[in-house]
């Protein structure tokens, strides 16, 4: 399995595995609308887990999308606020993913403990633990934007966004501000819209680290095997 195509490949895999347990499920859904899927079982498990991670981090690259795109001007929108919403949930949806990659590795190497060997598989993880806390140190929004450990953070404004919601609510009332108010949104804009672009592509690289290790502990000959 070459690093490079970890992330693939691991999201292969769990469509893969995802469809032989639950096709079954579903049958016997059809047949009995009181079945339900077991949320504690270990396939559902693994299979929530990852989709968790994968959907924040389409949700991360959505926002790069949306911070690239000006508001519509029709609507009335105000652009300070418009970037400032999307600043927000991105921040925000970066500390829920790193939470999520952390439960995710303590589920799987806690489950698989008794088909490997103990001592390597907390080694494992405590190592892969610590790799996960410094990539995501080494982000700049994470040295400079996030100022809570919880989900809800403190409204993040540097230096650009206080001068853009400044210009802004000037040129409302004086047209002198208007060309720096256009400038200052340009300026916020671009220097947001590379950072998270770069963060974005950082954490592909995260990705195929942590889920090559994952690969190789849940599985024999390529396919998922069920801890006993």
């Known amino acids: 399995m070459n690093d490079e195509n970890s992330f693939k490949?691991?999201?292969?895999?769990?469509?893969?595995f995802s469809s032989e347990f639950i096709t079954p499920f579903y049958k016997k859904m059809q047949e009995n609308n009181e079945m339900y899927i077991e949320q504690t079982s270990i396939e559902f498990q693994i299979f929530k887990g990852y989709s968790e991670i994968s959907t924040s981090y389409d949700t991360l690259l959505l926002i790069e999308k949306f911070i690239e795109t000006n508001p519509p001007s029709s609507e009335g929108i105000n652009y300070?606020?418009?970037?400032?919403?999307?600043?927000?949930?991105?921040?925000?949806?970066?500390?829920?993913?790193?939470?999520r990659l952390d439960r995710y590795l303590k589920l799987i190497t806690e489950q698989y403990r008794a088909e490997d060997n103990q001592i390597l598989l907390e080694?494992?993880?405590?190592?892969?633990?610590?790799?996960?806390?410094?990539?995501?140190?080494?982000?700049?929004?994470?040295?400079?934007?996030?100022?809570?450990?919880?989900?809800?953070y403190e409204r993040f404004l540097d230096e650009?966004?206080?001068?853009?919601?400044s210009t802004i609510f000037l040129a409302q009332f004086q047209d002198k501000f208007k060309i720096e108010s256009v400038k200052a949104y340009e300026?916020?804009?671009?220097?947001?819209?590379?950072?998270?672009?770069?963060?974005?592509?950082?954490?592909?690289k995260l990705f195929d680290i942590y889920f090559n290790t994952l690969f190789h502990i849940m599985t024999i000959d390529g396919k998922i095997h069920l801890p006993k």
């Open 187 to 204: 300026d916020t804009k671009n220097k947001w819209h590379d950072l998270i672009q770069n963060n974005n592509a950082e954490l592909l």
């Open 80 to 99: 300070s606020n418009y970037l400032n919403y999307h600043i927000h949930n991105y921040l925000q949806e970066m500390f829920i993913l790193k939470d």
């Open 9 to 16: 490949k691991f999201e292969k895999l769990i469509a893969d």
């Open 123 to 152: 080694d494992i993880k405590i190592n892969l633990l610590k790799f996960v806390k410094s990539v995501f140190q080494t982000f700049t929004t994470f040295e400079t934007g996030v100022r809570s450990k919880h989900v809800h």
């Open 160 to 165: 650009e966004m206080k001068r853009l919601s």
